[in-house]
């Protein structure tokens, strides 16, 4: 039995333009700054929603 990875986020104080090329290559599902950070958030990015530039 092989387990499903769960998804990863991006999460910084930064805003996405610092870090928008290396957002774009990597595996991650999405990123969210900090200030934006919430459970709600998360869901809209686990939903496949557009709380934050995803990758």
């Known amino acids: 039995m092989?387990?499903?990875p769960a998804p990863e986020f991006l999460i910084s104080t930064h805003?996405?333009?610092d870090f928008e090329?290396?957002?774009a290559s990597s595996?991650?599902?999405g990123f969210l700054p900090k200030s934006a950070l919430s459970a709600q958030a998360i869901r809209?990015?686990?939903d496949g929603?557009?709380?934050a530039?995803?990758?």
Do not use: F, N
């Open 2 to 4: 092989s387990a499903t």
């Open 44 to 46: 809209a990015l686990l």
């Open 21 to 23: 090329e290396l957002i």
């Open 27 to 29: 595996p991650a599902r």
């Open 15 to 17: 805003a996405w333009e």
């Open 49 to 51: 929603g557009e709380g």
């Open 53 to 55: 530039p995803a990758t």
